[in-house]
């Protein structure tokens, strides 16, 4: 087995099912096998994995873990894994016929973190080319990624401490990095990430962001280093916005424009960047004094 792809996933049987079908239309991918790790699901999750398996295109593995955690979902899915490679992937994707193939040849040496662009389109019927605007310098997001295994097990995988949104993935790629891992971006393994306007609405994006800000403690307490610091906003002059740009009258207009049908479109998505962006950081500094 060359590349376990692991699927963690929670109450989203229909992202699944078709996730799971367009590994079906693989082309020059060598062996691989589907690891669907369902993280406490009250749906249909588990018969779409089974009749999927049942079909026999490809090897499916379903895996239980009950407690809502997606670093331990994940690291499920490794211990499940018999492939040189795990690729991680989210629930809502659909995998380009070449995605599978265009992993397996980035990895030219045996110490690389391959991550590809992720395409976030509105519906399952936008399927455009990447662009220079989906690249990205992240050194691991769980939407798109593939890593040795005998890597993630050497760092032992995903840290479980991280129990709600956010920087689960960003704090195990220090761990990699530290290792020795290296980074490399594969244009050709391209993702399409489906976004629906209708499901990503502001009450969703605003409690992955106050989750997101909550985590930021648990990444700096364990890696308390300025590129971290840096990264999760934590440091004095990004943390000052918070007190004198996002006072709560303005954080309360940026919310109205945001879900106003009146306003135009870019208006409503630069609200929104706003009123996220200010949650983040007040979030976030409370989180610190806490």
Same mark, same amino acid.
């Given at each position: 087995m060359r590349i376990s792809v692991v699927i963690a996933t929670k109450d989203r049987a229909s992202y699944v099912e078709r996730a799971l079908g367009s590994f079906e239309t693989q082309t020059g991918a060598p062996p691989f096998e589907v690891?669907?790790?369902?993280?406490?699901?009250?749906?249909?999750?588990?018969?779409?994995?089974?009749?999927?398996?049942?079909?026999?295109?490809?090897?499916? /593995?379903?895996?239980? +873990?009950? +407690?809502?955690?997606?670093?331990? &979902?994940r690291n499920r899915g490794i211990e499940r894994a018999s492939g040189y490679?795990?690729?991680?992937?989210?629930?809502?994707?659909?995998? *380009? *016929?070449g995605y599978l193939a265009a992993h397996d040849a980035a990895h030219t040496t045996s110490n690389l973190v391959v991550n590809g662009p992720i395409l976030n389109v509105g519906s399952y019927d936008e399927q455009?080319?990447?662009?220079?605007?989906?690249?990205?310098?992240?050194?691991?997001c769980t939407c798109n990624v593939s890593i040795p295994k005998h890597s993630l097990d050497a760092?032992?995988?995903?840290?479980?401490?991280?129990?709600l949104y956010g920087w689960e993935d960003t704090e195990l790629g220090v761990r990699l990095r +530290?290792?020795?891992?290296?980074?490399?971006? &594969?244009?050709?393994a391209y993702i399409w990430h489906i976004k629906p306007p209708a499901e990503n609405t502001?009450?969703?994006?605003?409690?992955?962001?106050?989750?997101?800000?909550?985590?930021?403690?648990?990444f700096i307490e364990k890696q308390p280093s300025p590129r971290v610091r840096m990264a999760t906003g934590a440091y004095p002059v990004n943390l000052m916005r918070a007190k004198l740009?996002?006072?709560?009258?303005?954080?309360?207009?940026? &919310?109205?424009?945001? /879900?106003?049908?009146?306003?135009?479109?870019?208006?409503? &998505?630069?609200?929104?960047?706003?009123f996220l962006d200010g949650m983040y950081l007040r979030e976030l500094t409370r989180t610190l004094n806490g």
């Amino acid at each position: 087995m060359r590349i376990s792809v692991v699927i963690a996933t929670k109450d989203r049987a229909s992202y699944v099912e078709r996730a799971l079908g367009s590994f079906e239309t693989q082309t020059g991918a060598p062996p691989f096998e589907v690891i669907v790790v369902d993280n406490g699901s009250s749906d249909d999750t588990k018969g779409v994995v089974e009749r999927q398996a049942a079909r026999a295109v490809y090897p499916v /593995t379903y895996v239980y +873990e009950g +407690e809502p955690n997606r670093g331990k &979902a994940r690291n499920r899915g490794i211990e499940r894994a018999s492939g040189y490679l795990v690729l991680f992937c989210d629930d809502d994707v659909i995998a *380009p *016929p070449g995605y599978l193939a265009a992993h397996d040849a980035a990895h030219t040496t045996s110490n690389l973190v391959v991550n590809g662009p992720i395409l976030n389109v509105g519906s399952y019927d936008e399927q455009p080319k990447p662009t220079f605007a989906n690249y990205s310098r992240a050194f691991l997001c769980t939407c798109n990624v593939s890593i040795p295994k005998h890597s993630l097990d050497a760092v032992g995988g995903f840290d479980e401490m991280f129990h709600l949104y956010g920087w689960e993935d960003t704090e195990l790629g220090v761990r990699l990095r +530290e290792a020795g891992m290296r980074w490399t971006f &594969a244009w050709d393994a391209y993702i399409w990430h489906i976004k629906p306007p209708a499901e990503n609405t502001l009450e969703v994006e605003t409690r992955k962001a106050m989750e997101k800000a909550r985590m930021a403690r648990r990444f700096i307490e364990k890696q308390p280093s300025p590129r971290v610091r840096m990264a999760t906003g934590a440091y004095p002059v990004n943390l000052m916005r918070a007190k004198l740009l996002f006072p709560d009258q303005l954080l309360a207009l940026y &919310a109205g424009i945001a /879900t106003s049908k009146k306003a135009p479109p870019f208006v409503r &998505a630069l609200a929104r960047s706003r009123f996220l962006d200010g949650m983040y950081l007040r979030e976030l500094t409370r989180t610190l004094n806490g």
